[in-house]
């Protein structure tokens, strides 16, 4: 019988923070750059022996996992500075709850994101949780519970899921394939040399690709770590020694099938026969993604809010006067009060592009009150807001 006296409540008040309660990562004062040096008696702000951090990421086909635009994660990987790696670091913290540790922490939003973005093929994402963190995470020197200062039991699961989502969001290998003409074909086949110098050009360093069957399926991108992973800088560079398996040629690159994935969907690309051909001119069918602080973060859904966790919705852009009008299944959309709205009864504006970028009075940045995160949305306005944001339009 639920009876909450004052006291009862008082006491759930100051059970809150308790449980919340994290212990927090050691302090590093000016720490060295991981696999520039082994000669450091404190592995807790210096990854050792795996300095080199691997955020790898899958194409899945067969079958196909995640939105049809986006690569999925596969890990976070600690290297040795040569290429080799160590694995299953410590069975004691081999744990076989990922999901509801992260729950106890009351990462929701987070766990949200890896229902879309860290799927296993076989749809069992939390053994595949399990497996990444047992196998890789607990190599990961400065992820130990000596590591911190109070540490509450498997705290640093949350670290390092949410460290691999936050790298993975900064790294979307789809657009900077896509921006070299490199987008899923069930006919097409690139070269190694172009896959490699596209990714070269977004990541600003070279990766590492992976084939099977003859078509690319994994992108490593490589880190040294300035402190721990949880609080230290990421400093992207050239692989240690890993290689790619890729032919030189007649890689093939295919389109997933499906496209749909998770549960909050706004608008699932249903179709088609049709693939992605890639961001052009606003005509026909598309995405619009957008694009702040220099790299691709989410989209518009049929509202004409930004959002960051959900599928995009397909928009319709039509001719009109001296640019098109742009509409989603809400209806047409228009700049009203400065605020970029879809919906019925809405008056279409006519946009421009420019520079490849969706373009309102010659102007390409629109702005937000945030970046959205989670499972918020964030509307779009002309007038100026803290977030600078483009729109690049990709076909579908
Ligand atoms: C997860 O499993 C570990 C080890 O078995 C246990 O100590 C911990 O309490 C569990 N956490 C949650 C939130 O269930
Ligand atoms: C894993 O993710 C897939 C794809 O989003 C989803 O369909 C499936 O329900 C998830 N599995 C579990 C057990 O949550």
């Known amino acids: 019988m639920a009876f909450f006296t004052p006291r009862v409540v008082l006491a759930s008040l100051l059970a809150l923070p308790v449980a ?63 290429g080799t790696y160590d694995s299953n670091c410590d069975t004691s913290r081999a744990y ?141 560079t050239d692989p240690d020694g890993s290689k790619s398996n890729c032919a030189a040629s007649g890689i093939k690159y295919l389109p997933k099938s499906g496209g749909g994935t998770g549960t909050t969907s706004t608008k699932t690309p249903t179709t088609s026969t049709s693939t992605p051909t890639g961001t052009g001119s606003f005509s026909g069918t598309g995405y619009l993604n957008a694009v702040t602080g220099g790299s691709q973060t989410g989209c518009l859904i049929s509202s004409g809010n930004w959002y960051t966790s959900g599928t995009c919705a397909t928009y319709t852009a039509a001719a009109s006067g001296s640019g098109f009008t742009l509409k989603s299944s809400k209806g047409p959309c228009g700049i009203s009060s400065s605020a970029f709205t879809c919906a019925s009864g809405t008056t279409a504006t006519v946009f421009t592009a420019k520079g490849g970028l969706l373009s309102y009075n010659g102007d390409t940045t629109f702005y937000a009150a945030a970046v959205p995160s989670g499972s918020t949305q964030e509307s779009i306005s002309t007038s100026s807001k803290s977030v600078s944001v483009s729109f690049q339009w990709q076909s579908l």
């Open 20 to 82: 919340l309660g994290l212990g927090t990562p050691k302090t590093c004062s000016n720490p060295p750059l991981s696999c520039s040096t082994s000669t450091s008696s404190d592995l807790c702000c210096l990854n050792s022996p795996g300095g080199q951090l691997l955020q790898t990421q899958f194409w899945d086909t067969s079958p196909s996992t995640g939105p049809s635009n986006s690569w999925t994660i596969h890990g976070l990987w600690p290297d040795h500075c040569d």
């Open 96 to 236: 076989t709850n990922i999901t509801e540790i992260l729950k106890s922490f009351d990462k929701t939003d987070l766990l949200d994101y890896m229902n879309k973005y860290w799927l296993d093929e076989n749809g069992d994402n939390e053994s595949f949780w399990e497996h990444e963190w047992g196998k890789h995470g607990t190599c990961i020197s400065t992820l130990e519970p000596s590591c911190y200062t109070d540490y509450t039991a498997t705290q640093e699961v949350p670290d390092f899921f949410q460290k691999t989502v936050d790298l993975f969001k900064t790294l979307d290998s789809y657009t900077a394939l896509a921006n070299a003409g490199i987008t899923p074909s069930s006919s097409k086949t690139y070269t190694s040399a172009a896959i490699l110098a596209a990714l070269k050009k977004s990541f600003g360093y070279e990766v590492i690709i992976q084939c099977a069957s003859g078509a690319l399926d994994e992108i490593w991108y490589s880190y040294d770590v300035r402190g721990s992973v949880v609080t230290g800088d990421f400093v992207a």
